[in-house]
């Protein structure tokens, strides 16, 4: 079975600060993909940031980086200068090359406070 | 369109009568997918299509549901004889390339009552 878990179902973090979401995954395939969406409440998932397996480098989008440590299969989101528009849940997820679906974790509710 | 669209945006429908979900996708995009979300749950993929191929129903929880695509564009998920452990948000999302992430539209609430 492939599985993704996020062991943190609730973060919270002071705004302008720093917080780090948790994920691991378990698949036997070499070649994926890993992704981190957002979903406000307005329900739509919004890709956050995208990381290939094959590359070691951490992929970072402005505020948003990762910590990839693929033979521990973990892939955490770090969130610098948090904003309240941050606030929402966050879903890992990863793709494997030989396929087309996404799987999910449960995801991980961000609570940004004044 | 600019974004996928989703209609209903809420769906509130009788136990045991059938509901269809629309998914209008990013035009020219040729992959589209549909997942549910349940409530406390990840995301479960429910049915894929590319461009002209069969669609891939692997993830289809029963017989009671089924979808088409018309045209290689809008799709639409059929749930027939609802009952109250379909209520869900459904979510469809489409792409041009696998692989660079989907986009997803905001989903359509339904609640089985």
């Known amino acids: 079975a492939q599985t993704v878990t996020q062991s943190q179902p609730e973060m919270s973090v002071q705004e302008a600060e720093t917080v780090t979401l948790s994920c691991t995954y378990d698949t036997s395939e070499s070649d994926y993909y890993l992704f981190w969406y957002k979903q406000p409440p307005s329900r739509q998932m919004i890709l956050v940031i995208r990381q290939e397996a094959y590359k070691q480098q951490n992929a970072t989008e402005n505020r948003f980086s990762v910590n990839f440590q693929k033979a521990a299969k973990s892939f955490s989101l770090k969130i610098s200068d948090s904003q309240l528009g941050d606030a929402a849940m966050y879903f890992c997820?990863?793709?494997?090359?030989?396929?087309?679906?996404?799987?999910f974790g449960k995801g991980t509710s961000l609570l940004v406070t004044p | 369109g600019a974004g996928v669209s989703q209609s209903p945006s809420n769906k509130v429908t009788e136990k045991g009568k059938d509901v269809e979900l629309r998914c209008d996708p990013i035009s020219g995009h040729t992959a589209l997918y549909w997942y549910r979300q349940s409530l406390g749950q990840g995301l479960e993929f429910l049915i894929y299509f590319q461009g002209n191929s069969a669609p891939d129903k692997s993830g289809l929880p029963s017989d009671r549901f089924s979808a088409e695509r018309t045209g290689g564009s809008v799709s639409t998920l059929t749930i027939q004889r609802t009952q109250q452990e379909d209520s869900a948000v459904y979510l469809c999302?489409?792409?041009?390339?696998?692989?660079?992430?989907?986009?997803f539209g905001s989903g359509t609430r339904l609640t089985v009552v």
């Open positions: 997820a990863y793709e494997v090359n030989s396929g087309y679906a996404l799987n």
């Open positions: 999302a489409s792409s041009l390339v696998e692989y660079y992430g989907y986009t």
